[in-house]
């Protein structure tokens, strides 16, 4: 066998291919590992897209399947929260890096905690609180599924939270950060819109 040495650019690799019956050198993208912690690499919903895809590429079946999922049905669902239950299952799938709750002796599993405010409290709150406060209000507003089950009546006066566990982290760090980063699809998912949203 004969021996040839090429210069290679930085970022690229040489790949033997089959084309036509001929094996045949050919550069390619040389993959750079992003070494920074899960809450620097996945901020937007379309970054845990990205995490995910990577994943799915690489073998990862339920990666795939969630994102084949939400591109076969996003545009079908007439549901807000459907919707954001579906962005949500990719955004805790893309941060718990692979990672599923298996339910055995000793393990634990983390949430987002979310308080509810009456007008006065969050009339209280310095103007970065007010920043990080979700605000959804109404006489009756419920929602039973996933990560929590919520029910508020008379302006948000009662609430009762119970956890599930396909929302659930592996760490509290992780649980901590998506539920500050990620407040709007949770919101979006825990709490029924008020009847004049979105209306101008």
Known sequence: MKQIQLSV????????????GKTIAVLVDEEVKDDRPVTERIKTFEDACVALNKRAEA???TAGDLLADYESNRDNILCKEMLA????????AALN???EPKFEKDE?????WFRLYTKDEYEKLSEEEKGRAVLRSGGNASAHSGVACVHAVDASSFSNTSGGARLAFRTRELALYA???FA????DFLFKPRDNEGAE
């Open 9 to 20: 650019p930085d970022g690229k690799r040489v790949e033997w291919q089959e084309v036509d």
């Open 59 to 61: 073998g990862d079946e």
């Open 85 to 92: 239950c579906m962005k949500l299952f990719i955004i805790v």
């Open 97 to 99: 890096e692979g990672w």
């Open 108 to 112: 634990y599993r983390y949430y987002p």
């Open 179 to 181: 539920g500050e980063q």
């Open 184 to 187: 709007e699809e949770f919101a």
